[in-house]
């Protein structure tokens, strides 16, 4: 009798991680370099922000002859453009990424409220919302800024009240859905708290959606503070940022254009590298466009 000959097992492939786009793995690169610069601006930097040299101003950056001691060349005061551009960076990041970070919470925590106890605290979330929604932002922010003054903190707060609503209802529409579902309440009859329920069952399932809604406001917030101070209302000298150096170039747009279009093409390639990213995450967290 003939003795069956034994077929060969597959080996066990490897599971591959799906290829990224091309815009999304160019998008990756600049925000990492971004986030370099952000970290490490210290060290960056081959001159002071504050440091003058007359002798040297308006001169050219090297891709328009001027001198390798001024990559990007300097401004009206002689200041190199390059090390501005470094610090600004990392002050543009992190008036957004706070400001993005205070909104996320203070929305998310209203929304919970307002999904926990319904009646007269959800209608005050909602007629918060609704004024929000309703009232310009850049009216508000240039009302407290005028009648407050200005200083970082108060300004990264501010920042930090622009599209709040949005994580309201995001989460208070889930919220609710949650609790329709079965899960939250049956995790309510086990004896788990509010804490324990929105911070370790509901939080999770709907922390997807949150980061793309994070993802959407992180490069309004840029564009934001770089509008405010373009008018002279945001970050305040010494300090700079992309803003306000874009918002000093425009002066001198017709004979030195290097002062304000460095700043200006960062802010533009941040903020659509973060909408590409953005784009991204929601095709693949969101599972009904899978």
């Known amino acids: 009798m003939a003795i069956a000959e034994a077929t060969p097992v597959p080996a066990i492939r490897r599971r591959r991680l799906p290829a990224l786009p091309l815009g999304v793995t160019l998008a990756l690169a600049w925000l990492a370099l971004m986030v370099v610069t952000a970290l490490g601006a210290d060290f960056l930097v081959p001159y002071s922000i504050t440091a003058l040299d007359l002798k040297a101003r308006l001169a050219p950056p090297v891709l328009m002859g001027g001198s390798w001691a001024h990559l990007l060349g300097t401004d009206e005061l002689g200041r190199d453009v390059l090390s501005r551009l470094i610090m600004s960076i990392r002050m543009s990041l992190l008036i957004a990424f706070f400001g993005t970070i205070i909104a996320a919470t203070l ?16 209608q ?15 009216i508000i922010a240039l009302s407290v800024l005028a009648f407050l003054g200005n200083s970082l903190p108060l300004f990264i707060a501010l920042m930090g009240f622009h599209s709040w609503e949005r994580y309201a209802r995001i989460a208070r529409g889930l919220t609710l859905a949650a609790n329709e ?3 939250a309440a049956a995790i309510r009859q086990l004896g788990a708290g509010p804490a324990r329920i929105y911070g370790l069952h509901i939080l999770p399932n709907i922390a997807s959606t949150l980061i793309v809604s994070m993802t959407l406001t992180f490069p309004e917030i840029i564009l934001l503070e770089s509008g405010l101070s373009f008018l002279g209302l945001g970050v305040q000298p010494p300090l700079a940022s992309l ?5 000093y170039g425009r002066e001198y ?3 030195a254009p290097w002062i304000m279009l460095a700043p200006a093409a960062t802010i533009v390639l941040t903020t659509l590298s973060i909408s590409l990213l953005g784009d991204w995450l929601r095709d693949r967290l969101d599972p009904t466009l899978r």
Do not use: C, K, W
């Open 107 to 122: 929305g998310t925590a209203l929304g919970f409220l307002a999904a926990h106890f319904r009646r007269a605290v959800e």
């Open 124 to 138: 005050v979330v909602l007629m918060a919302i609704d004024f929000q929604a309703s009232m310009p932002f850049m």
């Open 181 to 183: 579902q079965g899960y």
């Open 243 to 247: 803003g306000n150096m874009v918002g």
């Open 253 to 255: 747009i017709s004979h």
